[in-house]
Nanobody, 127 residues
Framework: QVDVVESGGGLVQAGGSLRLSCAAS????????IGWFRQPPGKEREFVAA????????YYTDSVKGRFTISRDNAKDTVYLQMNSLKPEDTAVYYC????????????????????WGQGTQVTVST
């Protein structure tokens, strides 16, 4: 298990961009998967994107395809979520999460699939 901390949230205008960072610490290994989730006000936490630490395989939820890009810098133990063309409906608390079990990333779309969570960073997109 690794500890993860999100940063980079803020207030942006619709159509703008923001990059979130997920810094990992502690024991890491190549089979880890890092995911991004978000929780809009009054709604449940939902999957956004995931990336494998070693091969950089990515998976996105349909609503962010073509707008968001997940990437990682293994040397810095950091995963990024580049968010472009932001929409008001993207407003949420964004969380990064880590899971060390080897699983296909396309199946890791639920909160229960990840064992380590950050505290979240607020992203607000104004109209």
């Amino acid at each position: 298990q690794v500890d993860v901390v999100e940063s980079g949230g803020g207030l942006v205008q619709a159509g703008g961009s923001l990059r979130l960072s997920c810094a990992a610490s502690g024991r890491t290994f190549s089979t880890y998967t890092i995911g991004w989730f978000r929780q809009p006000p009054g709604k449940e936490r939902e999957f956004v994107a995931a990336i494998t630490w070693d091969g950089g395989r990515t998976y996105y939820t349909d609503s962010v395809k073509g707008r968001f890009t997940i990437s990682r810098d293994n040397a810095k133990d950091t995963v990024y979520l580049q968010m472009n063309s932001l929409k008001p409906e993207d407003t949420a608390v964004y969380y990064c999460a880590a899971e060390g079990r080897k699983r296909p990333i396309a199946t890791m779309r639920g909160v229960a699939d990840f064992g380590s969570w950050g505290q979240g960073t607020q992203v607000t997109v104004s109209t």
